[in-house]
């Protein structure tokens, strides 16, 4: 596997993308609100949704598509408005995007699917979204201005692409991921395309994708905060004329590993894109009861108020990792635990160890912090992304939506 | 039932209590670290213990002294050490804490319980505590000290004491409580203690204890957080001389009430003194599927960052409610969902309701705001309480430990 140089959605074969300024936000410089993702060859796609009961528009449109188990050719998606609590008048402006896009694209409306992602309670701008869809120019490098258009509070554009070879197939995946959950509050919603030109079998694709979203997106919890409308998708379009990877062929294990990195990727940068953070929070938690239960443990303790604000503080306070832990509702043993904060031990055998604390705290001072806790009771592994806690967040959180 | 001005603890006949510094905090002026309550005549007592599988090395004593289900006479408590992950040290040192208060009360060690609160990992100074609890002079006036020395990061003590009248049938109950479950990490703990003069049967005072917790502390979840020490402890001395109150006897419901009362007061205290707080919130679910359904979509909205950040700046931002909502795992008809936020319709059968910001705003800047969540798909109804989140909590979450 190979990491493809400022790749993106756009660097595997047949796959475009443009955007647009529509007027949907609110005018600042550069700024683009409005993009699509085609591809020439219709593609086998995967996808997972939000588990949030309170679905936007947009998505129950897009879950109706894919229980069709078509194939699919586009993506729209707009910014600065979620489409979410809007009712019925929400369901008919998501299926006129799909439409609108599907004209413009001269395809059929069940081949695209539709995102939006904003501030919620609100209607779609529908006559700028019908004007913006003929001002977007889909381009073999138009996956920046994408990425772009469906930026809400990211401060940086997160994308990946990689190129695998096995035997004599080449494919390459490509991805791009907005927003970090709960962590972008107001204008909420992680959305993750993927794109391939590898061939992929339909079921095989669907178990992929699931497996990758487990060890990824599904582990970066910061609050247990999800939005009416994450959504995590890939499209494979074949274009590099490989035998439809199936379970158990020769390139499956490359195909799957290949994902899962993209994902993670993805993941790790919206986990240290959150708002107002200034650290990369990693919990490795060891030798659980089960992986259920290390992953629960891990996104417990990444999760924790406490244990975020400890490490923004550069607080080597680690009673907070441990009570996070024991309120986590999985199994242990008190007396196997083992905790090592940024590469310090500071429990062993669930007994404390004498440490420096200047030498903790420098330690503390990395972008990046490594919790690992090793309970001894099991084979589980798991690992968990997510950011500290500072006041900027509460700043940016507490501003009025007027 | 009637509010005793300026009641608590020593309220109730028979019981004193008393506190002295004993060296554990760090002295600044009046500061007090440990303290006793003590009745009389010994008790029935029932007890709520914190569910966090780490346990402090006090919590694991008392949970053995109540299972022997013998008459209980005192409570020793210190602040500045939670002796909790501390090995077989910090189980030796807890037994030694309720051996130290039963000789100076010439009373057996069983009839003791212990509770330590500060910071987790470290040993208790013995050699203080010993020295300490010789000092300790118990009046009927002793309540007021002992809740300074169970303060730790408290802006506030919180106390209230209730006088009820039954037939001919008078008692009281008195009741002292510390913390904030997880809004006071570094310090965390909750330890809530009442006193009554009240013959209660233990079944009964068991029962009671239990469904008055169900509806109140266990309501104030600001972010899910519990410490290794929680404790609700309830005492009943016997000597208001009333026929012992049993399950279904006549002060059975005025009992209940007047209990369910003090735990509801003090919980709404713990919730209002939330480190940073500017706000007590307060989420009131109508109509969802079950009870328990209310209960954890009630704490869920309660404790989730970004409706107590929108709180703090005053934001009308009703889609984090109904967001927070769809993620609780309740069983929910979004058509059928009002929400009512500080008394201005946001949300009615699903559609967003129209308001004026301003008005909203206005609304939201009270001390106290009520979010009422009205399901319509049951019959359960559930209250919870919480706190803004500010950049005041951040800062003093995110000090060092040293």
């Known amino acids: 596997m ?108 069940e081949e695209v699917l539709v995102s939006s992602t904003g501030v919620i309670g609100v209607q779609l701008p529908m006559k700028s979204i019908r004007e913006g869809v003929r001002n977007i120019l889909l381009t073999a490098d138009g996956g920046h201005d994408f990425e772009h258009a469906i930026m809400t509070t990211d401060t940086v554009p997160k994308e990946i692409a990689v190129k695998v070879t096995v035997g004599d197939t080449v494919f390459s995946i490509g991805g791009v991921a907005k927003g970090s959950g709960m962590i972008h509050p107001n204008l909420a919603t992680m959305l993750v395309y993927i794109t391939t030109d590898a061939a992929v079998e339909k079921d095989f694709l669907d178990k992929a994708l699931k497996d990758a979203v487990a060890v990824s997106y599904n582990m970066i919890t910061v609050d247990g905060d999800t939005s009416p409308s994450d ?6 379009n074949g274009l590099a004329g490989n035998t439809p990877i199936t379970s158990g062929s020769s390139a499956a294990r490359a195909f799957k590993d290949a994902l899962t990195h993209v994902c993670i990727h993805l993941a790790k940068s919206i986990a240290r894109d959150g708002e107002g953070a200034t650290h990369l929070i990693e919990v490795n938690v060891k030798n659980a009861k089960t992986v259920k239960e290390a992953r629960q ?66 330690a503390l001072a990395g972008k990046e912090v490594a919790i690992i806790v090793d309970m001894h009771v099991g084979k589980g592994n798991a690992t968990a992304w997510g950011c500290d806690l500072t006041e900027q967040y509460v700043v940016i959180n507490s501003a009025y939506t007027t």
Chains 1, 2 share one sequence.
């Open 231 to 236: 959504t995590v998708l890939v499209m494979a």
């Open 297 to 362: 443990a891990a996104r417990t303790i990444v999760g924790s108020n406490l244990v975020k604000a400890a490490v923004y503080g550069r607080d080597p306070n680690w009673g907070r990792v441990t009570a996070a832990l024991g309120r986590s509702g999985v199994y242990l043993e008190e007396m196997k635990l083992d905790v090592v904060m940024a590469g310090i031990s500071v429990l062993k055998d669930g007994r404390p160890v004498p440490f420096d604390k200047p030498t903790a705290v420098n």
């Open 2 to 109: 190979e990491i493809v140089f400022d790749g993106n959605i756009t660097t595997p074969a047949g796959f475009t993308a443009g955007a647009t300024y529509a007027g949907i936000k609110k005018k600042s410089e550069d700024v683009l609100d409005l993009g699509i993702i085609y591809s020439e060859s219709p593609c086998t796609a995967a996808a997972v949704f939000t588990t949030n009961k309170i679905k936007s528009a947009a998505l129950v449109f897009d879950q109706q598509v894919m229980q069709k188990k078509g194939k699919i050719s586009a993506v729209i998606v707009n910014a600065g408005c979620a489409n979410s609590s809007t009712g019925e008048q929400g369901v008919k402006d998501a299926y006129e995007m799909a439409s609108l896009a599907a004209q413009a694209l001269g395809i059929e409306t």
